[in-house]
């Protein structure tokens, strides 16, 4: 009997201790939401596993399903819900989502930004400048496909090979089945207002990234000035390293 009051008096303080690191971490933060902004190819699904850590660590998720129709139409769709999220707000984007939150992230709301792999353009550039194809050949952007309506699309194959090489089978192959088409008239469209520049930056680079290469990721990273941690990695960051990027969302929050 002794035994087990000893035992349920270490149980107590062992959860109160857990609690109190909890409350304690959970007042480190100075955010409130998180807001996640999935690129091409993608859809918000993928940010699944991140969005279990994040709300595990006390932020409340919302993850955009942007249309890709147009930089406008999803810069909207991503300040819908930024509006509707508890402020202050992180915003996250992967990709293609890099150029919506560098428009978006100028939101009152927006706290900080973390580039996941992400384009980070400078005012006036698109998409299509912002890559230097030529600089930094890509294999994934070459292997795209283009339908009859002008949106270009990752085939099967290309997505196991270029997108999510560090995934099993059957998880590229729901990338690929899940994937958002992109607009090919969305290339072009510039960002005009630069939230980077005024607003707090983090940089999760993809160490094995055939999509947006990791010397551009790189190069974009010391640009805007980010916080920047790399990790061998697919294009699939979020998917193959959730903890990673989770840990660079945190700091970026605290």
Do not use: C
Request: proline fraction near 4%.
């Amino acid at each position: 009997m002794k035994m087990l009051k000893i035992l349920a008096l270490s149980t107590a303080v062992l959860g109160a201790s857990l609690a109190g690191s909890a409350a304690a971490f959970a007042a480190e933060l100075t955010a409130k939401s998180v807001v996640l902004v999935h690129g091409a190819f993608a859809d918000g699904s993928s940010w699944s596993k991140v969005t279990l850590i994040l709300e595990k660590a006390g932020l409340d998720v919302i993850a955009v399903q942007n249309p890709l129709d147009s930089l406008a139409g999803d810069v909207a769709f991503t300040n819908r819900a930024i509006k509707r999220a508890e402020g202050p707000v992180v915003l996250v984007g992967h990709s293609w989502g890099g150029m919506v939150i560098t428009e978006a992230g100028n939101h009152d709301k927006v706290k900080s930004l973390v580039y996941v792999a992400a384009y980070a353009p400078d005012a006036g550039q698109s998409l299509g400048a912002a890559a230097k194809l030529e600089e930094h050949p890509a294999p994934g952007i070459a292997a795209l496909k283009q339908d009859e309506d002008g949106y270009l699309f990752l085939p099967d194959e290309a997505a196991a090979k270029y997108f999510a090489q560090d995934l099993s089978a059957e998880q590229s192959g729901f990338i690929a089945a899940s994937q958002g088409l992109l607009n090919s008239k969305a290339l072009g469209e510039p960002v005009t207002n630069v939230a980077w520049k005024n607003k707090p930056s983090f940089y999760a680079i993809a160490g094995e990234d055939h999509m947006t290469p990791t010397k551009l990721q790189r190069e974009f990273a010391k640009k805007i000035g980010a916080t920047s941690a790399e990790i061998s990695s697919s294009h699939a960051i979020m998917v193959s390293n959730p903890e990673f990027i989770a840990d660079l969302i945190i700091k970026a929050a605290q």
